[in-house]
C-alpha cells in the first residue's frame, strides 16, 4: 500500500541527495508530494506502523505464541523485521487502556431501563392504591380524612421510592463514620489521642473521604471515580515496575553475559504481552456482555477464563527458558523464585496503586 503520492523530482527535500525510487539511500526519507490529502495523516499512522509487510503481524504472532523467541530475535541482532520493543509496547498500552473507553457500555442502557420498569411499576401500584382508597371511602368504609391522609402518606412513600431508585443515599454524612469520625476535625481529634500510628498512616485516605462526602456524592459515584481513576493509574504503575522487574532478572541471572539492556527487552516483550493478554480478557468480557445469561455461554467463558490464565503463567517460564538458555532444572527453578518475587512486587505494586487512586481522586 502506497504512503503517498511520489513527486515528479528526484532530489530528496531532506539531504539534497538523488533518489532513484521510494526512499534516499542516504537518510532514508520517503520521496513524497509535501502536500496530501486529509485522509493520509490517518492511513500514514497505520501504515508506518504496522508497516504491511508482515512486519507487525509478525511480531504480534511471535509475541504472543512464541513465548521468548521475539526477545532471542532481537538479541540476536535481527531487529528489522520486527517492531522495536518500546515502540510495540507504547502501542498495545494505547490499545489496552484507551480503547475500552471509546467502546459502547452495554449494562448503562440495561441498568436505565430496568429502573424505568421500576418506576412504573411503583407508580402503577400507587394509583391502583389510592383508587381502593376512594371506593373505601365511597362505600363510607374508610372516612374522608383518613383516606386522604393515606394517600398522601402513600405519595410520599412513592417518592421516597424512586429518589432511592434514581440516587444512592447510603454515603450520607451521619451513616458512613470512617475511624469512628464523621468529619476532619473530629478525625484529628481522635488522631492525637491514637497511640497506635494508625489515625496518622490513614490521614490522607480520611481526608478524601471526607472531601467527597461534602461533594454529595453517592457511593455508587465515588466507586465508579475511584475504578476511573485506577484505569488511568494502571499504565503508570506498570511502566514504573517495569525496571524493577529487569531489577530482579539482573539479579537472578549471570551478569558477565547477561547485561541490563538485555532484560530491558525481555521485561519490555513480556509486559507488551500481558498488556496484550488483558486486551484480550476485556473484549471476551465485553462480548459476553451482549449474550444470554445461559449456562453454557457462561460456562464457556469459564473455560476460556481459566485457560488464559494458565497460558498466561506457562508463558513466562516457556520464554525465560527460552532467552536465558540454562539447563530445564535450574531454568525452572529460577522461573519459579522470579515468579514469586515479581507477583509479590507486583501486589505491593497494586496496593499502593489503590491508595494512590484514591487520594488522587477529584
Known sequence: MSHGKLRAEKNCLDCGHF???RFC?????????????????????????????????????YLLFRPGKLTQEYLSGKRQMYVAPVKLYIFISFITFLLPGLLPKYHEAEEKEENTVRIEQSKN????????????????????????????ALD??????????LIDNSFKNENAPFMNAHNLKEYDVLLEKDETSLYVL???????????????????????KYAETIVHTIPKALFVYLPVFAFFLWVFH????WWYFDHGIFTLHYFSFLLLAISVFNLIKYIGGYLPDLFLINL????????????????????????????????????????MVNLIGLIIMFLILLYVSLITMH
Open 202 to 224: 490513614l490521614r490522607p485516605l480520611a481526608k478524601k473521604m471526607f472531601e467527597l462526602k461534602e461533594k454529595g456524592l453517592s457511593k455508587k459515584q465515588i466507586w465508579q
Open 300 to 339: 464457556i467463558f469459564l473455560i476460556l477464563y481459566v485457560a488464559a490464565i494458565i497460558y498466561i503463567t506457562i508463558y513466562f517460564f516457556a520464554a525465560h527458558s527460552r532467552v536465558y538458555e540454562s539447563s530445564r532444572s535450574m531454568s525452572l527453578l529460577k522461573g519459579i523464585l522470579l515468579f
Open 19 to 21: 533518489v532513484e525510487e
Open 156 to 165: 410520599s412513600a412513592s417518592t421516597m421510592d424512586n429518589e432511592d431508585i
Open 125 to 152: 401500584s400507587a394509583e391502583k392504591t389510592k383508587k381502593v382508597f376512594d371506593e373505601l371511602q365511597k362505600a363510607d368504609i374508610l372516612s374522608k380524612p383518613a383516606a386522604e391522609a393515606s394517600k398522601k
Open 254 to 257: 549471570n551478569k558477565k553475559k
Open 25 to 61: 539511500p542516504h537518510c532514508g526519507q520517503e520521496n513524497t508530494e509535501t502536500r496530501q490529502p486529509f485522509h493520509y495523516l490517518f492511513t500514514h499512522f497505520i501504515e508506518d506502523f504496522t508497516h504491511y509487510d508482515g512486519q507487525f503481524w509478525k511480531t504480534i504472532k
